[in-house]
């Protein structure tokens, strides 16, 4: 046995030897919960009926875990603005996995260093959709008071509580 051998199969064998005794790779993936049309036209449902039980109209928005629009709707009456404000914040809870009113508040506090934040609309209405621990997507309604609006979208959001 040559010199090279004698040092080099020892060692391709104690590398072989973990990646055999490893776990098959799909045991180690993540499984995890995804918002489809159904349920999110459900939760956007719940919502509009909030809505029109205080006499409001709004825009809301529902978004995927990854911030994507999955549905969204638009209330007869409601402002032009409040359609790409409604997709800000549904995109802004699931994105940062925080509702909007964390950094609203963090805002009024003072700290405008949310302001830098990529992608962040800090006003009230945007609300985590979450299945247990997880957060799976975004509900963002916009066309009332900020208050009123986060009341709507956590109507919608609560459906998953139920």
Do not use: C
């Amino acid at each position: 046995m040559s010199r090279l051998t004698y040092w080099l199969a020892p060692l391709l064998l104690a590398l072989a030897i973990p990646a055999a005794a490893a776990p098959p790779l799909k045991t180690q993936l993540s499984q995890r919960t995804v918002l489809n049309l159904a349920a999110a036209e459900r939760i956007a449902a719940a919502a509009a009926a909030k809505a029109r039980a205080d006499g409001l109209n709004v825009a809301i928005a529902i978004v995927d875990e990854a911030g994507r629009l999955l549905h969204f709707q638009r209330m007869d009456g409601t402002p032009n603005s409040s359609v790409e404000v409604a997709i800000g914040k549904a995109v802004h809870a699931a994105n940062y996995r925080r509702d909007t009113a964390f950094h609203q508040k963090l805002l009024g506090d003072g700290n405008a260093v949310v302001l830098g934040l990529p992608g962040i609309t800090p006003i009230e209405g945007g609300v985590r959709l979450r299945l247990g621990e997880q957060v799976i997507g975004g509900i963002g309604v916009s066309g009332a008071q900020a208050a009123q609006d986060g009341a709507i979208a956590q109507a919608g959001a609560d459906l998953l509580h139920d």
